[in-house]
């Protein structure tokens, strides 16, 4: 039983550790980025904390959906609920935070529908 308390105490001890460094990093990173950096990835970390909290509530249902009124495949469903967000924002005098938060959503949703990957990505760059 002391034997384990010691591990726990280890690990605990550890897991600090490994957290003081990784926010040692993320301060040396951020320190190194320009502002318009650091605000980019902070729109891209909320977005991708907004799509995975959205993701759990709503049951993965863009993704794998119940087929109960429209018998489409995930990519097209995406694309309608995109049309209607672009036609939301058309039609509309003022751009709202939401709307556009769900077009990327989406567009992100659409990328997985695809099979996107990193490495997709990474070919993107010059």
Do not use: H
């Not at 924002?89 to 990193?118: F, H, M, P, Q």
Request: net charge positive; hydrophobic share 35%; glycine share 4%.
């Amino acid at each position: 039983m002391m034997r384990n308390l010691i591990i726990k105490v280890k690990e605990k001890e550890m897991t600090d550790k490994l957290e003081t460094l990784r926010m040692k990093r993320e301060d040396f990173m951020c320190n190194c980025l320009t502002d318009s950096q650091n605000k980019i990835i902070n729109v891209c970390d909320s977005m991708k904390d907004l799509l995975l909290y959205k993701n759990q509530k709503y049951g993965d249902s863009a993704l794998n959906p119940n087929n109960i009124f429209y018998k489409g495949d995930a990519t097209n469903s995406i694309k309608i609920r995109l049309d209607d967000k672009i036609g939301r924002i058309r039609n509309s005098e003022e751009t709202r935070i939401n709307d556009v938060a769900d077009i990327i959503g989406y567009c992100v949703l659409l990328l997985v529908s695809l099979n996107v990957r990193k490495e997709d990505f990474d070919k993107l760059k010059d």
